[in-house]
C-alpha cells in the first residue's frame, strides 16, 4: 500500500543523502519525494511517498527515526490529511483542439502559465486522483513535456462539535 | 585564549576521559600529530595499517566498556577504516574516528589524497560529520562521543579538513550535549514488563536468548537473577556469550547454525522466548518461518528497529536492557507468586536428556591435533580467565563452542559483519587497555593473514598477546561448505603451498613462534607459549578435514541439524507446523 510519510529534519547538508540512502540501502522504493524549509529555517520537512506492507513500513518509520538529524517522523496516511501535488504540463495541440485544451484547463481549475504559437503550459494543482485524470484527457492532444513536484501532505484538524 | 583546531582537539579528547588513540599518520593530520609528538597524557599506538587501528580500537572498546578512538589520515587513510568502522557499526561497539582531510576550499576538486568519507561511511556508521568551520569543532566531538556512546551505541566518524585544524578559535566546549532529534528510550513501558512477567510466570517452557545488548548495556548481573530466580534456561547468541556464565547450570551455550542442539531445541519447544538485547540474526533463527513456532515472543532491546524487524513480536519492549530487567525482576518479586522450582522441572528435565543426547562432540582419540582439543586445552590451562578474540571461520565458531565464558567482555568477536583479520588487531587493543591480563587471539591460518602486519604494533609496544592457529591449511569454513554443499569442489579455498612458515614470520618480527604436530605436543607449546611475556604465534598444524558441527545448512530450520557422523544426512527431527 502506498504511504505518505512526512519527515522534519534538521536543515543542514546531507540530511537529504542520509535518508535517500536509508531507502536505497534497504531496497525501498520512493515514489516521490518533495523538500522544503519550514518556517524555521534550521527545520526542513520532507514528503516522501513510498510502497510497501505494514512491516515493511513500520521499518521505515522505525529507520527514519532513528536517524540523529531526524526530528519527527509521521505516517500521513494513518489519520485524515490533505494530499497535493502540482504538475506542469506542455501541450502541443492541432489548432482544432486548441479549444478542448483550454476548457479541460478551466474544469480542472488549472491555469494557463505560458503560451506560444504552438503550445500551451499548464498548471494544475490536485490530488493523484484530479492529476491522473487530466492527463488522461490530455494526452491524445499531443503531450509535450510534463513535470510533477512530488507530493506535500498537511493533517488535517479536527473539527470541534 | 585562541587554540588552533589541533589543540581543541586533543583537548576535547582528554576531557573524554582518553588515554589511547590507535592512528596512522599522514599529510593532511599533521597538524595533529606534531602536536601528540610532545603530549604527556594521549598515547597514539601506531598500528602498521588503519585497518588494524580501527579493529584494536575496537577490541580496546568491548574489552572496556569505553569508546575506543582512532586517527587517520585522509584519502586511503579514511578508506582504509571502513571494514573496521562496518565491524563496529554491525556489532554497535562505540568509536570515534578521526579522518583528516583535504583542505575545505579543495573538497570536492579530487584533490590528491581526498576521498568523500563521509558520504562513504555514511550507511556504516552511527552518524558522521563533516567540521566545515573550527567554531562548531568543540560542540561536533563532544556530541560524537554522545552518540557513539548512548542508546545502542555504534561508530561516529568526524572528518577534519586541514585548516580547519591549522586555524585557530576561542575554545569552545558546550557543558551538556542537546540534540533535539536524538533521545534514546532507556526506560522500557511498565504496563508491558508487566506483561512480561505475567508471561514468564505462565511459560510451561519459557527461554531465555541473551544477546549483545545485555553486555553493552551492562545487565548481566541482572539477567543471571532473573534467570536463577524464574529458574529459566538461557542460551547466548555469539555476542552475547559472557552475558551468563557459560559454566552455568541454566546455560544451553550458543543457539543458530552452529549452536548447541540442546540450545536450539529448547528454542524450538518453547512456548516462551525471552529475548534478550539481541536482533534476531538469520544465523541465530535459521529459516525464519520454522523458527520458534510454538513460541510466544518478549523482546527486550534499546533499538526500536531491531523489534519487529526479522519476527513476529508478542511483548516488544523498547528500553535499556539493564534497567528494563532490574524492573522486570523487581515486578517478577513482588507481584508474581510462583514455585519457580516446581513448575520448571518438567522443562529442565526434558532439556538436561537433549543434553545427554547430544552433547558437543569430537574425536579424541586421534593423534592428528583437533582443532577442538585447541581450544578445549586453552580453556582448561587459563581456567578459563583470559580475554579471547578471534577471527573469522572455523576458528571462531570452535572458540564459540569450545571456551566457556563466564564473564562479560571476555570474548571479543566480529558477529554481525565476520571480518577476517578482525581477531589479531583486537587482541591488541584488548592488551592495551589491560596489560596484566591474559589475551589470546584464536586465530585460523587465513584470517591471521589479514592483519598479520600487526605482530610489529604488538612487538614495539609490547604487548604480549598469544595467538593460537589452528592451521588447516584452507580457508575451513567456506572449504566446509563446499565440502557438504559443492560436492567437494574446493574453489580457492586450498592455501596448502602457500601458507607462511608462521614460526619464522614471529620470529622475523621478534615475537616468539612455535608449533606443534602431534596432540602430544600441544599442551607443552600452549604452556610455554602462554608464560612467555612477549607476543606470541602458536601454529598448530591441525587435522584439514575436520568440521564445525552441529550446523544447520543455510535455508534449513534451526531443529534440522547435521551432526558428525550423519554427515550430509539431513535428518528434520519433526515436520515444523505454523508459520509464524
Redesign the interface.
Known sequence: MKHTISIL??NKF?VL??IS?LFS?RGYNIESLSVGETIDPQISIMTIVTVGDD?II??IT??L???????KVVDMTESDHVEREMVLIKVAPRSEDKAEVLRLTEIFRGRVVDSSQKTYTIEITGDDKKIDAIVDLLKPMGIKEFVRSGKIAIAREGIKK | MKLSGAEILLKCLKREGVKHIFGYPGGVVLNIFDLLHEDKELKLILTRHEQGAVHAADGYARATGKPGVVLVTSGPGATNTVTGIATASMDSIPLVVFCGQVPTALIGNDAFQEADIVGITRPCTKHNYLVKDIKDLGRIIKESFYVATTGRPGPVLIDLPKDVTGSKTEFGWPDKVDIRSYNPTYQGNEWMIKQAAHAIAKAKKPVIIAGGGVILSGGAKELKELAEYTNVPVTMTLMGLGAFPGTHKLSLGMPGMHGTYFANKSIQESDLLIAVGMRFDDRVTGKISGFAPQAKIVHIDIDPTSIRKNVHVDIPIVGDVKRVLVILNKILKADVKEQWKEIRKAWLKQIQTWKMDRPLVYDETSDVIKPQYVVEKIYELTKGDAIVTTEVGQNQMWAAQFFKFDKPRTLLTSGGLGTMGYGFPAAIGAQLAFPNKLVIDIAGDGSIQMNIQELATAVINRLPVKVAILNNRYLGMVRQWQELFYQGRYAHTRLDETVPDFVKIAEAYNAVGLRATKKSEVETVLKEGLKVKKPVIMDFVVDWKEKVFPMVPAGAAIDEMLFPEEKKKKKPVKKLKAVK
Open positions: 529534519v534538521e546531507g543523502s542520509r540512502g540501502g512491516r513500520e521499518q522505525k529507520q527515526n532513528k536517524l540523529v538529524d531526524v526530528i
